[in-house]
């Protein structure tokens, strides 16, 4: 029996790694540790972790490592205090394997306890290119890595460039597509009417079949900015008259200017048709986003699952500048005027239809399957050049 | 003023970046910051904070980071307590960039704490290849830094391919040679009795004209080896009849194993011919290695420095794997047998000449003014490919 | 000079150091230390380090070290980091003296740091009693602390009783009811409208010239009922046709649960007559109580201050249970009709006088004359019996 | 079933409990978790994690806070870390009661996680008055502690005085002296060569059948003066012709100042009839106290364990001020006259009778028993007075 150990950090590293947890679980050769921590456990964020357990997994440790003020030094201290309690929680449990799940900040944390502990690190979802503090991360916790899991041929040859063994690179698609193609396949039984479900605030028009989603992740390298960038969307979103879905930020640093910026938009009344969610299941959230109209801000789900999904995306900025994309994707600037132009395009033109970019929805599948098969792996290695 | 802020965790990266200070603090465009954590503040580690004051520095902040337990999991632990303190620290005296050295596992907490912050992190001599967890520390710095400081062409070339702009590397040399170039000048006023301006424990030899240097670090990777390694250079040099001056391992998992080991042969009576150092200053210590016939061990000072300095140079094992090696180099195995073959080789032969191989003894000068000279450096990057 | 470090974590601290500060200041012995940490650094409550700032004192470190999450066990972590944080700091800015006010979780952060560094700890407002978590933290800090300044001689008489030495216990009446006095000579001149003042949210009644303040904290070791109090205590104003002013509480264990509740009250509307502020200038704030008709909750303002000012208050539950009171308060249960029959009996009486029981309004000059003149400070203390 | 956790950061506070643990591990009600941590768990202090395993016990987890440095801020910085990861712990495996013992500084963070997240926190060895940091630490963990199983009647008395409920107060007598009934009883079969049992370093006397046994801890307090103590001590015990084992101090700050001193003197060669040990189980410590002539320094078992065996003890200084004492003890003062005074005269008179003092020998028994029979405590307590 082989100790495989999760550690999942938030709300999306869950939902990317959920269909291979589900093989992991049923495999006899595995006993599979998952811990929980930084913003996964916390009522702010929706508290991933009650999800996970309704899901059918055990919590084998729990984690609180997630330090107050939505500053960059907090970023760090995060990271410092999750190096610390990973560390114990990994010496106590004494895991065979240790993933790790893409590139938010505080993912180094896990890379670190795992590789300076010398347990085999495996990386899922490297090699892409994103800018910004995550291209940072992930691309040193696949210098950490020992095994890596990546979504396309493209991300493969990256993680070669940067000198890593050919041998040690799997491409397995992205995960996130497991999720949407049973979303996809189960589409017309999955409808749900998001308001009643899940519990938002705001505003709502008496006409929702029409909608868009919103969601807008703050960018720390550009802080500064955040608010501004908040602004810009929600002027324009404002001026369009369907009903928007709009989910609040992850707790990165920024998050309390585009909070900030929301309120004060809703404090002067300006948002009649806006309204405000947490968080909602990943495969409820994906069911929503088929039948919306476009997907609006800077997520990486408007490229990896809309990609698949065939839902027409308006992507503004820099934050997912290098990623693969597929046709579904308009890219803007922060301007009022570039996004209603880019949706006035999407109303008026054919949706598109999904592509296999990301993979076909068995990642999950593909993804267990390697780790069950691991063998011999070497915390050993040189650069390959 | 730009505050220019070094963090030194350990001696050995002091003695790599004392060049670039004295040139630094001279600078008047530049605000000095010298931080001092990790083992450069233990007693039980020659305190190196001392000898930085003594040497005219000022020390803006002290940090205790090293959490004890000779095990990996405390070496995880100090890199997360390292990034808790040096981000206050960083958010108190706001650093306009952070140097880190080298890649001892510690400095990923300068390096995390700093490009999470979005200060400016220059990393010096990255792009060299050892195996070990040195070498994943060292790249996933690189990965994280946005300045690059490297010793040599080669280095510049593998950081390069790993996707890093050109236009942000810089070939200076390896600092480490300053010193040896300084010693090298400077030998016959310079030439001391070791034993008498140095504290250490042991036995000396009544001749000892001729001597061995023996510096031998316990590879963190092969931990339950340690012992048996440091068994196999005692055997081999209790067998030489020349005075041996051994020095003690840095504080890095593993060191344990090594002191006990010693500790046996030095209670069986086994180690006649050896005397023990804690540490010595830089200059001494390559004073002392120009007067010996060789080194013996597996420390990056017989291949760098001891190339310059044209000391003959045994390297054992795997742990400087992958670094450009002179002439001065014999590698060779764990065996008594190998170890003792090189030295007869080297006594029996003329002695090697210094070679330029790691820079000309000018790089903390070329340090320092390319660091006054850095404009408008930005934080963010992508891969370059 | 002697270095004087203050240690503010919190709103309600700063209000009650306030006074002594600005004496302090300028006393030509004293070189005052002022350093910032846990909720007193978070934009979430208030950021109160920019209130200092204002307020002309520099501030010589920040420290974050809030653990998130609502849950008892943060309280603890926060504690710890903070800890960790202030040893650094201490050792950095080599305090004579270490202050630490009341009884808050995390100043025991404040008095180990001080007491096992071997920093004399001044200890303000020990030698009361409340009940709860806080009655132990306070004895607790009495335990390690070498000088107590407290409030009443009733609080003299406690400390004395633990153990401690007579001559190391000052009485000089609480800080808070400094502000009280300058906010009651002032009243007059100070009148303002808090809504025009300071941004909250909620709902506003045309007539606001009768009001009511509510300040409800959560009761840490009564978690699970802190929304049932709060409950009541909405439904009790609620049904009372006057402006409510409210409070919110700070990030205490528990402050999630009454946060919730006041959210489910407002999305079901039932909270018209009631505006939320987050926080006010304390001495706005004490000119805001003189203008009501009554404070309603259980926070110590209504003990303390309100006594003072003679302002009445309707106190509910055991959070104050032990604190010496005035005849303005009226003790209440947790129950709508018990708060209502309180306030009918308020305002069908004549308002109350203010009395001393808290001191004369000249506790921080106090304070900081008995700082001033302290002299061989034994850091050595054993029980007194 | 209760969960009782019990946390062991260093060899004495193991000895002391151990009796009781053997009695809560055999009761059917009980699901005793011992958590170990600190210097238990450590190499250079012998490592008592692995003897408690060895005695049938299982490890619940594992901890590692000990930060390094023998200053008093790394005193300071390991309760902080004590408290981040036994926080962890106590969320994870659920304790419905925590025991702390004595008066250790890192006690305090078990004090403190359990407080604060409102688990029963029962204290062992209050009410004892010592000096010193451990007389405030053992002070402020019975403010925070909601029962407390003292040694002795004078100790209840003390922690009523300080306003604890009598009722939550239990005389055990103290648990130390269970492993001297136990050595007392076997004396005669337990015997044993204690060179040849443990491996020490120092030199041996030809004829060791009379011997002296040295026990000396820093004071925290008086670092300052922590290597006059021990030269003090060594020039009295040199001058002694009889062979003298002793035992190197705790990880408390100081003992870097006693390790430095007996350096000097060993290589000096003054400690010719000087044996060095650095650890023994408990029971053979007892036995080596009851054959030597006495026992010479500060600690605590000169004062209890000596008490009821009857072993003639030379306490030195303060650091056992105000412990109640029997009749073996001699106080001296830091000269090495005295200490010889004291010596001769123990040689020249009858052997001393053991006393009840601190308890027959069933307080693990007794304290089991309690333990067992808890119920309904409450968390919540206000002074007494």
């Not at 970023?75 to 010496?91: D, Q």
């Not at 396949?185 to 749900?192: Q, R, S, W």
């Not at 369009?240 to 709009?246: P, V």
């Not at 990896?304 to 308006?314: K, T």
Request: aromatic share 8%; proline share 3%; net charge neutral.
């Amino acid at each position: 029996m082989k100790n495989v150990c999760v550690v999942i950090t938030a709300r999306p590293s869950y939902s990317r790694i959920r269909s291979a947890l589900l093989y992991l679980k049923e495999d006899p050769n595995i006993n599979l540790q998952i811990v929980a921590g930084a913003s996964a456990v916390l009522d702010t964020y929706g508290k991933v972790v009650n999800q996970i357990m309704k899901d059918g997994f055990n919590i084998t440790a729990t984690v609180f490592n997630a330090v107050e003020g939505e500053k960059l030094v907090c970023s760090a201290k995060t990271t410092g205090l999750g190096i610390i309690e990973l560390s114990t929680v990994f010496n106590n449990i004494k895991p065979d394997y240790v993933i790790t799940i893409a590139d938010r900040f505080e993912t180094m944390a896990t890379a670190i306890a795992a590789s300076y502990m010398n347990i085999p690190l495996i990386h899922i979802q490297g090699g892409e290119v994103t800018g910004n503090i995550d291209e940072k991360v992930r691309h040193a916790i696949t210098k950490l890595a020992d095994v890596h899991l990546v979504s396309t041929s493209l991300a493969k040859e990256r993680v070669i460039k940067m000198g890593e063994k050919p041998e040690s690179i799997y491409i397995t698609g992205c995960p996130s597509i497991d999720i949407a193609k049973n979303a996809l396949i189960n589409y017309n039984t999955l409808k749900f009417d998001p308001v009643k479900k899940y519990n938002g605030v705001g505003n709502l028009l008496a006409d929702r079949n029409e909608y868009i989603v919103v969601m807008q992740h703050p960018v720390t390298t550009e802080i500064e900015d955040a608010r501004k960038q908040t602004q810009c969307i929600l002027e324009a979103v404002e001026s369009i008259d369907k009903q928007i879905y709009w989910f609040w930020p992850n707790v990165d640093a920024g998050a309390d200017e585009v909070s900030k910026e929301i309120r004060i938009h809703r404090e002067k009344d300006l948002t009649n048709n806006i309204y405000f969610f947490k968080n909602m299941s990943p495969i409820d959230f994906l069911v929503l986003l088929m039948g919306s109209q476009c997907i609006i801000g800077n997520s990486s789900v408007a490229i990896r699952e809309c990609s698949y999904l065939g839902v027409p995306a308006i992507n503004i900025g820099n934050r997912q500048i290098g990623r693969e994309r597929g046709q579904n994707v308009i890219d803007v600037s922060y301007t009022k005027n570039d996004i209603l132009k880019a949706y006035n395009y999407i109303i008026n033109h054919e949706r598109c239809i999904g592509e296999e970019l990301y993979g076909n929805g068995e990642a999950g599948k593909e993804i267990a399957k390697i780790i069950s098969q691991l063998e011999n792996i070497s915390i050993n290695k040189i650069l390959n050049y």
